[in-house]
């Protein structure tokens, strides 16, 4: 089946530490997203990729870090410098940026730092 | 900069139509999208728009005026596992190729007895 996978889909970090959340799709999708969701408030793009070893900055990049080393993974990283990192973090895939190409969600990590 | 606008909360009885309304004012303008996401879940696509006019899909439908910056979704014979969030989210043209996508907040939509 093919789809988007994220892990854990629960996770627990103590402040001043960096972690690192997967996302992987098999969909042969060129694009990525990363979004962040926190209660009243839309999903907000964080990072975004349309090709294997380029990425952008989204609306809200700051604290967070990418890589897009193969097609299939997006892995995203909280570091210390995020002042707010406990949310629902999302991961979007898309066939490719240009067109109309819906993206496909995967089932999110919510994150809690204390 | 780019503002979406949707009610936070909405109330239907089973079996009714509701109609979720969504404003939009933005720059670069290229399709409107419809989610849905049932709480702690993930979202899943229900519609796109880009031209002004009616969409229809089975219970499901979704309105656009370009000129307006309005769009809503249409609901029909509203079933209890409707409730859950609806996320209106514009896609804008970029200067590179990419497609991004911009959110409202959501509507959430509880359907009651």
Not at chain 1, 80 to 85: E, F, G, L, T
């Given at each position: 089946d093919g789809g988007i996978t994220q892990s854990p889909k629960y996770l627990f970090r103590k402040e001043g530490q960096n972690v690192t959340l997967s996302c992987e799709q098999n969909l042969n999708h060129d694009a990525m997203y990363w979004y962040r969701q926190d209660p009243g408030q839309g999903l907000r793009l964080i990072y975004y990729s349309q090709i294997v070893n380029d990425f952008q900055k989204g609306d809200i990049a700051e604290g967070y870090s990418v890589s897009r080393e193969k097609k299939e993974s997006f892995p995203l990283t909280v570091t210390?410098?995020?002042?707010?990192?406990t949310a629902f973090y999302l991961c979007a895939s898309s066939e490719d940026s240009s067109g109309y190409n819906e993206q496909y969600f995967g089932p999110g990590t919510r994150l809690t730092v204390t | 900069g780019q503002n979406i606008d949707q009610p936070t909360e909405m109330t239907a009885t089973e079996g009714a139509i509701v109609q979720i309304n969504c404003t939009y004012q933005t720059s670069g303008f290229n399709g409107l999208f419809w989610y849905q996401q049932h709480a702690g879940e993930a979202p899943t696509f229900l519609s796109y728009n880009v031209l002004d006019g009616l969409e229809e899909k089975g219970r499901f439908s979704s309105f656009l005026s370009r000129s307006k910056g309005y769009s809503y979704l249409l609901l029909k014979?509203?079933?209890?596992?409707?409730s859950a969030s609806y996320l209106c989210a514009v896609r804008l043209i970029n200067t590179g190729t990419a497609s991004k996508l911009t959110f409202g907040t959501g509507t959430r939509l509880q359907v009651t007895l």
């Open positions: 210390s410098a995020q002042k707010n990192p | 014979e509203l079933q209890m596992k409707d």
